[in-house]
């Protein structure tokens, strides 16, 4: 049972405009969240996180918004760039349970020069 | 970059041979996981560990053991490889309950014949 779920596996944008990549989680628990971004044959990298104590955390051009009561979040990417190209995966955390991350299934960002 | 090396980094291996995959860290953290990831699922997790002789079972742990006897090392074994069991495996590791990154390591590449 899939409890945090990207429903996009693919997205293609033109460079410069904004890349927004979705996630969706069912545990009401869950009160951390991190995105990350991974290149092919490479480990997957830390992007930016939130708490859920906050709706919003930006970090250049990254910015995380997160809306509770939809369990929902996002990634914003502005402006994309070539470089940007990965696959993004969601995590979320949740409290007082230990240490055990639930990731997403990810989604294939393309940024088109 | 976080200290974490695995090894091997590629391995071929036939259908019902034991197979050790290592994770060694330099960053003292506390908390140690394997994860698998594959088309369509994502990064599940296996095992994972919270310290020395500490361990617990992940979303898919059948097949799969784990041990931890000092803080760097972390090992997953397949006690008799199957095909299903072809993926890239990563370690990862975090520090504290709460609020805390995941880092995670190059990647093991294991394809079972």
């Known amino acids: 049972d899939q409890q945090v779920k990207q429903n996009s596996p693919s997205l293609s944008v033109q460079e410069g405009r904004i890349s927004i990549l979705n996630c969706d989680y069912t545990?009401?628990?869950?009160?951390?969240f991190l995105w990350y971004k991974k290149y092919p044959a490479e480990g997957p990298t830390f992007l930016i996180s939130i708490s859920s104590i906050k709706d919003k955390n930006e970090d250049g051009r990254f910015t995380v918004f997160l809306n509770k009561s939809a369990k929902h979040l996002s990634l914003h990417i502005v402006p994309s760039q070539p470089g940007d190209s990965a696959v993004y995966f969601c995590?979320?955390?949740?409290?007082?349970?230990?240490?055990?991350?639930?990731f997403g299934t990810g989604t294939s960002l393309t940024v088109i020069p | 970059d976080a200290g974490i090396t695995q090894s091997p980094r590629h391995k071929v291996t036939e259908t019902g041979t034991p197979v050790t995959l290592r994770c060694h860290q330099t960053?003292?953290?506390?908390?140690m996981y394997w994860y698998r990831q594959d088309p369509g699922h994502g990064l599940r997790l296996i095992h994972y560990s919270y310290g020395v002789k500490d361990t617990d079972k992940g979303e898919v742990s059948d097949g799969y053991s784990v041990s931890r006897s000092k803080t760097e090392d972390f090992l997953l074994t397949l006690e008799s490889a199957t095909s299903s069991q072809t993926s890239v495996y990563f370690c990862?590791?975090?520090?504290?309950?709460?609020?805390?990154?995941?880092?995670f390591g190059e990647g093991s590449w294991l394809t079972v014949v």
């Open positions: 960053e003292n953290h506390r908390y």
């Open positions: 995590a979320a955390l949740p409290r007082k349970t230990g240490n055990q991350f639930y």
């Open positions: 545990n009401s628990m869950f009160d951390y």
């Open positions: 990862a590791i975090s520090e504290s309950t709460t609020g805390n990154t995941i880092y």
